[in-house]
Nanobody
Framework: QVQLVESGGGLVQPGGSLRLSCAAS????????MNWYRQAPEKERELVAA????????NYADSVKGRFTISRDNANNTVYLQMTSLKPEDSTMYYC??????????WGQGTQVTVSS
C-alpha cells in the first residue's frame, strides 16, 4: 500500500534551517509529482511546494519563494524540503502528498516544525 513517511521536523531558531524528508513506498515514485503542504490549527491546508515526477519543474507558495527548495531522489524514493531563513510564521505541521492517477490523495502523518527563540 502507499506510504508516505515524513521526518526532519523540530525546533529551530528564527533564521535557521531544516530539511524535511518524505520516504515513499508502495507505488512507482518516479511517475508521480510530489507536494509539500502545511496546515496550522484552524487554518486551511496550504500548498508549500510541488515538484514534477522527474524533478524538472517546481512551484512554490509566494510565502516561501526564495527560502524553501523542494527536490527529489527517485533512486531512493524520497522527496525533500530544504527550508532556510525560517520565520515563526512557518511553524506548523508539514505534510507530504501525492495524487494518484485515480485522483486519490495520499498523505503522510506529518512532521512538526517550530520556529522560536
Amino acid at each position: 500500500q502507499v506510504q508516505l513517511v515524513e521526518s526532519g521536523g523540530g525546533l529551530v531558531q528564527p533564521g535557521g534551517s531544516l530539511r524535511l524528508s518524505c520516504a515513499a513506498s508502495g507505488f512507482t515514485f518516479s511517475l508521480y509529482a510530489m507536494n509539500w503542504y502545511r496546515q496550522a490549527p484552524e487554518k486551511e491546508r496550504e500548498l508549500v511546494a510541488a515538484i514534477s515526477s522527474a524533478g524538472g519543474r517546481t512551484n512554490y507558495a509566494d510565502s516561501v519563494k526564495g527560502r524553501f527548495t523542494i527536490s527529489r531522489d527517485n533512486a531512493n524514493n524520497t522527496v525533500y524540503l530544504q527550508m532556510t531563513s525560517l520565520k515563526p510564521e512557518d511553524s506548523t505541521m508539514y505534510y507530504c502528498n501525492t495524487v494518484w492517477y485515480t485522483g486519490r490523495n495520499y498523505w503522510g502523518q506529518g512532521t512538526q516544525v517550530t520556529v522560536s527563540s
